[in-house]
């Protein structure tokens, strides 16, 4: 998950440039994540009552 620290690592105010492919490798914005997850989680059953679900 990109975050603003892997961004802005060090306590740099400026934002590093990083190859695409490091920002491939350490995944997707938050927003992106939990768009795909957060379902995902709602409608497990596998683990324990879900009590997220009326």
């Known amino acids: ?8 690592a060090n306590g740099r105010s400026t934002e590093i440039e990083l ?5 491939n490798i350490m995944g997707d ?3 992106t994540i939990a768009e795909y997850v957060v379902p995902k989680i709602i409608k ?3 683990n324990g009552k879900n009590n997220l679900v009326n």
């Open 1 to 8: 998950m990109i975050t603003d620290f892997i961004k802005t």
């Open 19 to 23: 190859p695409e492919k490091v920002y």
């Open 29 to 31: 914005y938050p927003e």
């Open 44 to 46: 497990n059953e596998k």
